[in-house]
């Protein structure tokens, strides 16, 4: 199985692709899609749609897997982020493709194991878990981290079907 992970955000989208072949993660790629400077908002979103319709077409994954919006204290902010979120749930859906959300408590825990675990915790556990050579991006490694929850949902609902 094949998920592409989308960290959505109003200046910069991370993703990253990430396929477990039986019990094994293997990291396919991941990048940061930053929008043009100076554009409108409208533009932004453009270019994140187009830039995630890209990748959903180069790298073709079963589904995707996409972070629940979070509570913040800049209302401006977190309106652009559900904004940003919506665009990649467009993208998805226009490919046909389901999309799984997770809170961020969920995908630390599965990546981590803690789900109050910091940034860097995540940063380093994602580039162990996928064998890369130094850790992703932010946004990038935040992307790879919902694709990782993701698959280890799906693991976890089969051994709980198997064991049924």
Known sequence: MRVLGIDPGSNI???GIVEKNGAAFRHVDNGC?????????????????????AALEKYRPDAVAVEKVFLSKN??????????????LLAAARHGLPVF???????????TGYGQATKE?????????????????EDASDALAAALCHLQSCRFR?????AS
């Open 75 to 88: 209302v401006m902010s977190a309106l652009q982020l559900g904004e940003s979120r919506g665009v990649a």
């Open 101 to 111: 959300e997770y809170s961020t408590r969920e995908i630390k825990q599965a990546v």
């Open 158 to 162: 089969e051994s709980v079907r198997a």
């Open 33 to 53: 899609h930053r929008v043009s400077a100076g554009a409108d908002f409208p533009q932004r979103l453009l270019e994140i749609f187009n830039a995630l319709a």
């Open 121 to 137: 915790q995540i940063r380093q556990m994602v580039a162990r878990t996928l064998a890369l050579p130094e850790p992703a991006a």
């Open 13 to 15: 989208t991370g993703y």
